[in-house]
């Protein structure tokens, strides 16, 4: 079984890279689930509902780093805070949460919709190797034109404080486009902040919050769901399945901690163009190997 906690450390490091980096954590972890499948048990139902489950809950280390590189802008009641400074940090919130209402609504409500009109919900449609390169080429292309377009361009919100909540809203849309995988959600909203005129820095500092509660409740739902097949079809998780999520989110929480710093200093220097590019040719690279096998 020590195999099966090799592939955790795996996935751990490819969700802490890929979750804060404009390059898609889902579209890679989809990729990797295609090369690397878990076997720690032979039913292959359990371990496809696993497998999900893992996917998204291992988001919850990636986060805590969030909470953790930023606690002094996100907790209001810090002893040494200011009363302006407090105010601040309670704006900083509600725009958060206003950016979190589209796609919440578009994921939940609209994924029950789908699914009972067509039989499968958005993951049934969506998440598949075409898509995840279809999405990693479309966006890593947008990247490119965004940055030409913006050369030269002063932006005309700095820092994240100076955020309306009509800007915190427009972003949140441009959030429920990572609903499809391999668009990437810090990549969606990254560039929809790019577009609306804020620093890349402004706009990935805003995206590492807005992960909070969108990652939380996905993990949340996600794990529910899982528990429900549990019980429904009286399977059983073995305890190597439990430790290698465990292992996966104690690495992705070690790995964005230094993910999540290189991206930070790296917006202040230079631009995503670089990351444009690799998503094109993984993309490609995805194609290839897809049309290889037909």
């Known amino acids: 079984m020590v195999m099966e906690w090799l592939k955790a450390v795996l996935y751990g490091i490819v969700e802490g890279i890929t979750e804060w980096l404009p390059i898609s954590s889902t579209g890679h972890l989809i990729l990797f689930q295609d ?10 139902v359990l371990l496809d509902e696993f ?4 996917q998204v809950v291992i988001q ?18 810090g002893a040494k805070q200011t009363s302006a400074e ?55 292309a947008a990247f490119l034109f965004i940055e030409h377009f913006h050369r030269g361009h002063m932006a005309r919100v700095e820092t994240v404080e100076d955020i309306s909540y009509r800007h915190a809203f427009l972003i949140g849309c441009f959030q429920t486009l990572s609903i499809v995988p391999g668009t990437s959600r810090s990549g969606s909203t990254i560039l929809g902040s790019m577009i609306l005129g804020l620093s890349r820095t402004a706009g990935a500092e805003f ?21 429900q097949y549990l019980a429904e079809s009286g399977a059983t998780v073995p305890t190597d399945g439990w430790i290698a999520l465990a292992i996966g989110c104690l690495i992705s929480f070690l790995v964005s901690l ?14 995503f163009a670089p990351f444009g590019i690799y998503r094109i040719v993984l993309g490609a690279a995805v194609l290839i190997a897809w049309l290889a096998q037909r």
Not at 51 to 54: G, K, V
Not at 61 to 75: D, P, R, S, T, Y
Not at 258 to 271: C, G, N, T, W
């Open 35 to 44: 090369w690397f499948p878990f076997a720690f048990t032979s039913d292959a």
């Open 51 to 54: 497998s999900e489950m893992f």
């Open 60 to 77: 919850l280390g990636a986060i805590l780093a969030v909470v953790v590189l930023f606690w002094g802008k996100l907790w209001p009641f």
């Open 86 to 140: 407090r105010k601040n940090t309670w704006s900083l919130w509600l725009k958060v949460v206003i950016a979190s209402v589209p796609a919440a609504l578009v994921g939940i409500v609209g994924d029950k919709i789908l699914e009972k009109l067509s039989g499968k919900d958005i993951d049934g449609w969506l998440y598949n190797s075409i898509v995840v390169a279809a999405a990693l080429i479309v966006y890593g």
């Open 207 to 227: 995206s590492f919050f807005m992960a909070i509660p969108a990652m939380v409740g996905a993990s949340g739902i996600k794990m529910l769901g899982f528990f």
């Open 258 to 271: 230094v993910a999540i710093r290189f991206l930070v200093d790296f917006v202040k220097k230079h631009s």
